[in-house]
């Protein structure tokens, strides 16, 4: 077959249809990369305008430009926006557009989720977009610190808009997160081992991990907060057992490790365009994974760091500010490893090199700054103050907007296959650093002066009025070169020169391939045996195009990748991806109805949405999978493997595994804000304790052990025969409804929720059980059905495997559920 048949077939079986009905159901990581990338950078735009206006309302004391409930939402608004929806997003769609060219794959692990992840982004998104046209846009701050946002002082539906919303955003996060972490650690070329993983991958990885464990705790906060909201479960309010500041550790808990969330992946991208622009080698290799590594563990035992003010003991002041003083090591070691590369090599002042020479300044001023505020004496000062959010931009502007600025134009000619031939660029750098340095050096000064932040006036006697007045200009002039941006990515777009395939002499998978990248990536999936690839192998471009690589001949109309073994990257199955399919985006719609509904208390229409939920995701799982075994599949270079789904550990297995991940943190949250309120809240103990009772226990904790019992007794029965795998599963849901009857039985026997925090918490605490149980079972009957229709051999066993892991989780949180309810009763 010639490279050009080759390349007609594979175009045929993996493209999207054209036209915008093509983008509605594309499950094509290039497409999705892009759509998420360009929505991405349409919040950020919208994030700008908002802190402009910010900057006109302050530019004046006493200024008329926006009163005080206008502006609240408005500062508010920014904040979301660029957290939650440029900046996470924008790693998401890098990742999304970039991995599986970089790891020598044809896509993603899931693409259907990743599909399903953005819809919940755009729709979510527009909730919040729209709740700022209708006026209504959540006003309390990007951080949401009750009793400000509870139903006393915030009685309408502003903060609701931000409770719901984000939730709804952040699917869409930890969607992308397990497919990430799952298509990094299983679906890479044949022979590329974790050590020959280029260093984006690993950055992209360590972030992907920290989303899992990081977001849970700021769901769980968004979730009690709604509740308390809507049906009056006093988590945050003293006089009934809550605690404002059970608020601020979950917060927080997210809030910390989201700064690094931002910040390693722009540092993946720095990794990666360095070397090339100083055409030598990345400086210490495994020093940075293992910083990057050391960074997302220190991230999380600093978020106390926020809360220096708040009264907390000295014992812990002193450990939290030696810790956030630490993390300035492993941050550091990154630091001087790139100024070695840069030592080394022959750094060449191109486009995206300006962009990573203004990271520098920029981000090490930010560092030393968050230095001083680590240190308590300073934070007591200037805690609250302009000096504190401009450390924070020079953070995450010098921290990710510089590095994501050199990654557009260091990957522009890859996403359009052209080069630039207006030269804007170097002008909106120039206008962008000045501007950029110009607002925030002298916001750090007016913010030492004393001006708080979140202030909408101020008065001319205090002092600020020429400094803000200097801040603002220099805001407009950052607003003036980020336009320019803009103007020149429009103008590359329309009038741009055909560029070569790889004009920038880098050694990477990505520029293996032709430009813009086919929807298949590769012609054929190459063998890695470097970390640089392309200079390893020079001959590869041409190799991989003649077919000479694994899955090098189109079979079927399958859409083939391969699944590699974790470490070594040996292949280890073969595997079909799903067509293209609008399924995603009805589910992700069918989800906005979920949190439409709670938003507007129409509460009857939540069940309706569940089921729709449910039903969608049943048509998702029902179209995987055959009738039939398929036999070991020649895959190339004389190697035969197994189908994916006929393997011990299945794509879903995975899937699942990362994901509980994710829940686990999530039950550990809960726990956590248990323990905080039981001892540190001031209304403790409650009026009354849950009563403990035996026979719940037995039910409960019998159930789950029945469950475990008959899961094995299932594996075996689907290994051996099918005899008895129907009655196993069987057997195993009436364990899981055993978990149910106690869970259920935790909830409605809980002391009254309204009157004190520990009955919300053990309510809290049952339905947490009883949805888990609910899924199980669910599982299980899908598992059933599927048997019945012939979808399960003892080789197509995906269903019953993917099963048991759920089961084993629901067991162990059924036991965690019933130790904290029932112990804390007998205990009192």
């Known amino acids: 077959m010639t490279p050009l048949a ?97 790891l020598g794959t044809r896509d993603l692990a899931f693409p259907r989720l990743t599909a399903y992840g953005f819809w919940c982004y755009v729709f979510g998104g527009a909730m919040m977009l729209g709740s700022l046209l209708l006026g209504v846009a959540p006003d309390g701050g990007w951080f949401m610190y009750p009793p400000l946002t509870g139903r006393i002082y915030s009685p309408g539906v502003n903060t609701d808009v ?16 397990v497919e990430i972490t799952v298509s990094i650690l299983k679906y890479r070329a044949p022979g590329m081992s974790l050590d020959r993983m280029p260093i984006f991958a690993w950055y992209a990885l360590v972030t992907a991990l920290m989303i899992l464990t990081g977001f849970p705790p700021l769901i769980l906060g968004s979730i009690l907060l709604e509740l308390e909201r809507a049906f009056g479960l006093p988590f945050f309010q003293v006089a009934f057992g809550g605690d404002s500041l059970l608020w601020q550790h979950l ?42 590594v050391a960074l997302a563990f220190l991230s999380f035992g600093l978020w106390v760091h926020h809360m220096f003010t708040t009264g907390i003991p000295h014992m812990s002041l002193a ?14 070691v990154q630091i001087f490893a790139w100024i070695g590369t840069m030592w080394r090599g022959r750094p060449t002042l191109r486009m995206p090199m300006l962009h990573l020479l203004g990271f520098f300044v920029t981000f090490v001023i930010g560092g030393l700054t968050g230095v001083m505020v680590a240190v308590v004496p300073f934070d007591w000062q200037a805690h609250d103050t302009a000096f504190v959010t401009a450390h924070l931009h020079y953070v995450l502007f010098g921290g990710f907007v510089f590095p994501i600025l050199a990654g557009l134009y260091y990957w522009l000619p890859h996403v359009s296959g ?92 990505e520029w293996a391939m032709m430009t813009p990248p086919p929807a298949y990536n590769f012609a054929s999936l190459p063998e890695i045996e470097s970390r640089r690839p392309l200079e390893a192998d020079p001959e590869l471009v041409l190799r991989i195009a003649r077919g000479e690589g694994y899955l090098g001949e189109p079979r079927n109309g399958w859409r083939e990748t391969l699944m590699v073994d974790s470490a070594t990257g040996r292949p280890e199955a073969q595997v079909i991806f799903p067509a293209n399919t609008r399924l995603p985006i009805l589910m992700a719609a069918v989800t906005g109805v979920f949190f439409l509904s709670l938003l507007f208390k129409v509460y009857w229409v939540t069940p309706a949405a569940v089921f729709g939920v449910a039903l969608c995701g049943w048509r998702w799982a029902w179209s995987n999978g055959r009738k039939f ?153 899908f598992s059933l059905a599927r048997l019945q229709h012939g979808y ?37």
């Open 629 to 781: 075994d398929l036999p070991d599949l020649d895959i190339g270079k004389g190697v035969r493997a197994p189908n994916a789904g006929q393997i011990e550990r299945p794509p879903g297995w995975w899937g699942s595994s990362v994901l509980l991940t994710a829940d686990a943190t999530f039950l550990g949250s809960l726990v956590f804000g248990f323990a905080f309120l039981w001892t540190v809240a001031p209304a403790w103990p409650p009026p009354a304790w849950f009563a403990p009772s035996l026979w719940e226990v037995i039910v409960g904790a019998g159930g789950a052990a029945l469950a475990i019992l008959a899961l094995r007794r299932a594996r075996g029965a689907n290994a051996a025969s099918q005899r008895t795998l129907a009655r196993s599963l069987a057997l195993c849901g009436l364990g899981v409804l055993g978990t149910a009857v106690a869970m259920m039985a935790v909830m409605i026997r809980a002391p009254d929720p309204t009157g004190h925090a520990y009955g919300a918490t053990v309510l809290v605490l049952g339905g947490y059980g009883l949805f888990h149980a609910a899924v199980a079972g669910l599982m299980i009957l």
């Open 418 to 509: 052209r080069k630039r031939f207006f030269r804007l660029g170097e002008l909106a750098f120039a206008l962008v650093f000045i501007g950029f340095h110009v607002t925030f050096l002298a916001m750090h000064w007016v913010g030492l002066m004393g001006q708080r932040r979140r202030i909408s006036t101020y008065g001319p006697e205090d002092g600020w009025t020429t400094i803000n007045l200097i801040s603002s200009i220099g805001s407009f002039v950052l607003a003036i070169g980020i336009a320019i941006v803009i103007l020149d990515l429009v103008l590359h777009a329309m009038a741009a020169r055909r560029s070569r395939r790889n004009p920038w002499g880098a050694e990477t998978l």
């Open 162 to 177: 931000w409770l719901i919303g984000i939730t709804f955003v952040e699917i869409s996060a930890i969607a992308a997160a």
């Open 251 to 292: 917060f927080w808990l997210f809030g910390h490790p989201e700064v690094y969330i931002i910040f390693l992946p722009a540092a993946g991208v720095i990794s990666t365009i360095l070397p090339v622009m100083c055409r030598t080698t990345l400086l210490g290799y495994g020093w940075i994974v293992a910083s990057a």
């Open 319 to 332: 450990f939290f500010s030696a810790a956030s003083t630490l993390v300035a090591v492993p941050t550091a």
């Open 6 to 102: 080759r390349h007609r077939q594979l175009t045929a079986i993996w493209a999207s249809a054209s036209g915008w009905r093509g983008l509605l159901s594309t499950v094509n990581h290039t497409d999705l990369g892009r759509m998420f990338l360009a929505t991405s950078f349409f919040f950020f735009l919208v994030g700008g305008v908002l802190a402009m206006l910010i900057r006109a309302q302050l530019a004046t004391p006493h200024s008329a430009f926006a009163g005080p409930e206008i502006y609240n939402q408005i500062f508010t608004m920014h904040g979301t926006i660029m957290m939650f929806l440029f900046a996470i997003p924008t790693f998401e769609g890098l990742a999304i557009y970039l991995l599986p060219k970089l």
């Open 792 to 828: 399960v051999s003892a080789e197509r066993r995906a269903e019953v495997t993917v099963t048991g892991v759920w089961i084993q989780y629901l067991a162990l949180s059924t036991v965690v559920v019933l130790a904290l309810t029932h112990g804390a009763g007998l205990l009192a």
